[in-house]
């Protein structure tokens, strides 16, 4: 039997009040915001790096199925090279285009834009102009060109705008990506020979080729050597590279196919 005082304690007992019950106090709410912020600023950059690193992938596929679409009109055309033909202020030549020439060996509009590429003037037009748009992520490299290389503007029959006359096809850059921004960015070539003048400070390569390139389409700081992009050779590869494992000099260099074919990096 239970005593008075027993009895007494019971019948004045306060029922204990579960922690479930009563939910989260302010500094303990506070703290899990805290945690949470704290998780988010961790997996964020993460999956931001996962998401670039899956279009830098694309974007070595678009490349590589360029490439393999001129190796088709290459064979096609007795060797011989499509050409560039759209304009960075000038006249263009579309029928001479190889945006247009390779369509008959690519889906060339579902590899022409680059996942990589931010440029707005795909909607907006090019400074200057009203009817100037991006046309291409990609561009081509002149040396490579019957109508826009150094050779072609002394004696046209001593471009290298064939197979035969590119000694290193591993070597030599074909495709590259256009700069984002200004004239060069609605044009499909760029002119290396440009790149360099008179005794060039050894980091002027890569500030005057940023004009033409997006030197930084995978990472880095565009107008340095560091600047990495990705570059579609001749023979069909395609390579993640530094500018200056790309161009270091006129006598160094993978785009002029005579210097390329004595010098590797």
């Not at 006249?91 to 590429?117: C, F, H, Q």
């Not at 070539?189 to 995978?218: R, Y």
Request: glycine letters at 8%; aromatic letters at 8%; charged letters at 20%.
């Amino acid at each position: 039997m239970k005593s008075i005082l027993d009895t007494g304690l019971e019948g004045n007992s306060v029922p204990a009040v579960s922690r479930a019950g009563r939910g989260f106090t302010l500094v303990e709410l506070m703290l899990v915001i805290v945690i949470l912020s704290l998780l988010l600023s961790l997996l964020i950059p993460s999956f931001n790096s996962i998401s670039h690193r899956s279009r830098v992938v694309e974007d070595v596929s678009n490349l590589r199925s360029l490439q393999t679409a001129h190796y088709k009109y290459a064979i096609e055309s007795k060797g011989m090279f499509a050409d560039a033909g759209l304009s960075h202020g000038g006249l263009a030549n579309e029928k001479i285009a190889w945006l247009n020439t390779l369509g008959k060996y690519v889906d060339i509009d579902g590899v022409i834009r680059s996942p990589l590429d931010e440029s707005l003037h795909w909607d907006v037009p090019i400074a200057g102009t009203s009817d100037r748009f991006r046309r291409t992520s990609y561009g081509w490299n002149n040396y490579l060109s019957r109508t826009k290389s150094p050779q072609a503007a002394i004696d046209p029959k001593s471009a290298a705008d064939r197979l035969s006359r590119v000694s290193s096809p591993g070597n030599t850059v074909h495709f590259l990506h256009m700069v984002a921004t200004g004239d060069f960015a609605g044009s499909d070539h760029v002119h290396v020979e440009n790149w360099w003048i008179g005794d060039s400070h050894p980091g002027a390569p890569a500030i005057l080729a940023a004009n033409h390139v997006q030197t930084n389409i995978v990472s880095g700081d565009a107008k340095t050597s560091h600047a990495k992009a990705n570059y579609g050779f001749v023979d069909g590869s395609v390579r993640t590279l530094n500018f200056s494992e790309v161009f270091l000099r006129p006598d160094q260099n993978r785009f002029d196919p005579e210097v390329a074919g004595q010098h590797a990096f």
